[in-house]
């Protein structure tokens, strides 16, 4: 059985900060330690997500210039324009 050892971690603030974090907890009715690391988390989760995002995007690009497949934006738009409906087009497909 394998358990997450909790280790700390020492973080330094400015005292501005760290009064504001201290006010915050305090108005949340939780512990300043719960409110740093939720901030944390949450932080964290936002920039994996935007690094997937990006990266995504870098392949995308890297496909695009290997194969030079692609869909235009007008292409787009008009399969959108039929989303809902009961003759919703199908994706256009891509093309050089």
């Known amino acids: 059985?394998?358990?997450?050892?909790?280790?700390?971690?020492?973080?330094?603030?400015?005292?501005?900060?760290?009064?504001r974090v201290n006010r915050l907890a305090e108005a949340r009715h939780r512990t300043p330690?719960?409110?740093?690391?939720?901030?944390?988390?949450?932080?964290?989760?936002?920039e994996e997500k935007r690094q997937a995002f990006r990266q995504a995007a870098i392949d995308a690009w890297?496909?695009?210039?290997?194969?030079g497949l692609h869909v235009t934006g007008?292409?787009?738009?008009?399969?959108m324009k039929t989303w809902?409906?009961?003759?919703?087009n199908d994706a256009p497909a891509c093309h050089e």
């Not at 939720?38 to 936002?46: F, L, T």
């Not at 890297?62 to 194969?67: F, I, P, S």
């Not at 007008?74 to 399969?79: F, K, L, M, R």
């Not at 809902?84 to 919703?88: K, P, Q, R, S, Y």
């Open 62 to 67: 890297n496909e695009y210039k290997e194969t």
């Open 33 to 46: 330690h719960w409110l740093v690391l939720e901030a944390v988390k949450q932080y964290i989760d936002r």
């Open 1 to 19: 059985m394998t358990t997450n050892a909790v280790r700390p971690t020492t973080i330094k603030f400015d005292l501005e900060t760290k009064e």
């Open 84 to 88: 809902g409906e009961d003759n919703e």
């Open 74 to 79: 007008d292409e787009v738009i008009t399969w």
